[in-house]
């Protein structure tokens, strides 16, 4: 659920407002600021308007949170005990984009993204109907990228990783 915050400010009061965002940022605000310490997504706009600067504040709280309440609309869409396939999804395109980029750019993923990616892995290759014949070779890669991880084998992980993309690529194009 995304909260939203609206305020008028002068250009002089825009520094003291950035420090409360920061704050807002590190530790659990003060007064009706939103919390922005377990945020998703944070949108900032800042527009002038004669003079008067109107800042827009939009704080996205973790997808995860509505799967776990249990007052979600999506509950019921779960089969067999399992998230909803396209929040899995959403999930996995997160994680994964994060992985290839770091990859991509000569620095090591963060070890939660890694670890949710395998996690997901797994769980997508028991939903039927969605490239089934696939899964077995899937779960041979995903087991390989974990091995890899483990060992801190970088140069067979990013391996992995491009295999992985490839496959999903192909995945996507005959299933979706």
């Given amino acids: 659920m995304a909260e939203k915050f ?3 400010l002068t250009r002089n009061d ?12 590190e530790f659990a605000p003060e007064y009706d600021f939103p919390d922005c310490t377990k945020a998703k997504k944070i949108r900032l706009a800042i527009k002038d308007e004669y003079g008067q600067l109107t800042v827009k504040l939009k704080v996205s709280a973790y997808a995860d949170e509505c799967e776990l309440c249990g007052n979600c ?10 998230p909803p396939y396209s929040r899995l999804k959403k999930r996995m395109a997160t994680s994964f984009k994060v992985i290839f980029k770091s990859l991509h750019q000569n620095s090591i993923p963060p070890e939660e993204a890694v670890h949710d990616f395998i996690t997901d892995s797994r769980l997508m290759t028991k939903y039927p109907g969605n490239g089934d014949q696939l899964y077995a070779e899937y779960n041979k890669l995903t ?5 890899a991880w483990q060992q801190n084998n970088l140069q067979k992980f990013h391996e992995t990783v491009d295999a992985l993309n490839h496959m999903k690529t192909e995945c996507h194009h005959n299933f979706k």
Avoid at 73 to 82: A, H, I, N, P
């Fill in 73 to 82: 609309e999506f509950e019921s869409k779960s089969t067999e005990g399992l």
């Fill in 6 to 8: 609206t305020q008028t």
């Fill in 14 to 25: 825009l520094p003291a407002f950035l420090r409360k965002l920061a704050d807002a940022c």
């Fill in 143 to 147: 087991d390989t990228l974990e091995e």
